[in-house]
């Protein structure tokens, strides 16, 4: 077997490490512990998979390794999320430098980001010239103020799948709701009970530098993301999954909100009581693009990606021509089986945006697409699109010739 403390021992200025093993980690525990006698200051990203990861050997990991900056983990029990955040305030000096967080990512999730080498580089120069200099003086180092604002940017969780429980993933959020820029998660739905303590436990939940938001709203997890983000200026990329409802609490939000640059809603349902704010959030962003267009105003943030997948009651004629009214748009996910608007509805939204800035498609499960949608529709603007994809368009056959 090969152990990570001999790699860590014999590599002393190793940064990137990706380390696999099948077997239960309580034999690499045991060896980390009692070998390392001196922690390894460059190591500053960690890609680590295991049979099971728990809490206790993420612990050891943050005092042996204390300048991580990058934590990719898989297999992991949820416990390690309550460790991270028991470090984070009981011991500042473990995981002080911790940036970039990803939790069992699957082989479909989004790329992690990786570090900047440069930042990299420097980052361990500095924690080696630091720890030098305090072995030498014999005091212990004292955090500056900026240093006390640290915390994670970037946070994943896997994509999908089994949620991670509210209790787990919550305070880490709320640990770090200072910090986060990119937030990725999937969380699991909570009772009625669990919602009034998390919501008392946790107040002035608010995302101050949140950028990039995809989430899954569970029950209860919806009214405490949409408040975390309300009144933001920083987001311009948010992305919805797996709503029980896109109704006006839901679309209010995105209307109080600054114009976004990307806005996605995957299996959404909703009522027709409720289309009136999405027609008029979407009529928004229509103005917003018209007026820079004459104002010539390029500096102002307008949506330039939206994708609607699988959304009960959401894609309909007058819909589809509001987004197809956004100027701005260069990229478009239309799809699902449920469609309340016809195929000449469809080309038409298409040949619009096409006249306009379009500049990629993605067509997916949409039962009406037949070969003349591709071969006609798109033939008259596939010279001035960079990408085109189609899934699951069961009309479409190999006789389809561009015009």
């Given amino acids: 077997m090969i152990f990570m403390a001999d790699i860590l021992n014999t590599f002393r200025n190793l940064t990137d490490l990706i380390f696999t093993t099948k077997a239960e980690l309580a034999s690499q525990s045991d060896k980390l512990a009692m070998t390392i006698m001196f922690p390894h200051l ?35 029990n949820a416990c ?56 030498v003086h014999g005091v212990k180092q004292q955090h500056s103020e900026e240093a006390g604002k640290k915390g994670i940017r970037i946070i994943y969780t896997n994509n999908g799948g089994s949620a991670v429980p509210a209790s787990c993933m919550i305070p880490l959020i709320y640990n770090n709701r200072h910090t986060l820029e990119t937030l990725y998660a999937c969380i699991a739905s909570m009772p009625t009970s669990e919602f009034e303590r998390i919501t008392a436990q946790y107040p002035n939940f608010k995302l101050e530098k949140i950028k990039n938001l995809t989430f899954w709203l569970g029950v209860g997890i919806r009214d405490i993301i949409l408040r975390s983000i309300r009144g933001s200026t920083t987001l311009t990329w948010l992305e919805l999954l797996d709503m029980n409802g896109l109704d006006n609490l839901v679309v209010d939000t995105l209307l109080e909100l600054p114009p976004l640059c990307h806005i996605k809603f995957v299996s959404a349902k909703m009522m027709p009581p409720d289309r009136k704010k999405l027609f008029q959030l979407f009529t928004k962003y229509a103005q917003l693009s018209e007026d820079n267009s004459n104002n010539n105003n390029n500096n102002q943030c307008l949506l330039k990606s939206a994708a609607l997948q699988n959304c009960i009651g959401v894609i309909t004629y007058d819909m589809l021509e509001a987004v197809a009214s956004i100027k701005s748009l260069e990229e478009v996910w239309l799809g699902g089986h449920v469609l309340n608007t016809s195929l000449e509805s469809i080309h038409q939204f298409i040949s619009q945006l096409g006249s306009q800035k379009l500049r990629g498609i993605y067509l997916h499960d949409i039962v009406s697409i037949t070969d003349v949608t591709i071969g006609v529709i798109l033939g008259d603007i596939v010279d001035k699109l960079s990408w085109i994809k189609l899934k699951e368009l069961n009309l479409i056959t190999d006789q389809v010739h561009i015009i």
């Fill in 42 to 76: 460059n190591l500053v990203n960690l890609e680590l998979k295991a049979y099971r990861i728990f809490g206790s050997f993420v612990k050891l990991i943050a005092q042996k390794c204390p300048e991580l900056r990058r934590l990719v983990m898989n297999k992991c």
């Fill in 80 to 135: 390690v999320l309550n460790t991270i955040v028991e470090l984070q305030r009981d011991t500042p000096s473990a995981l002080q430098n911790l940036e970039i967080l990803a939790y069992n990512p699957t082989e479909k999730h989004p790329p992690i980001p990786s570090l900047d080498p440069t930042t990299t580089a420097t980052a361990t120069a500095t924690a080696t010239a630091t720890a030098s200099s305090a072995m």
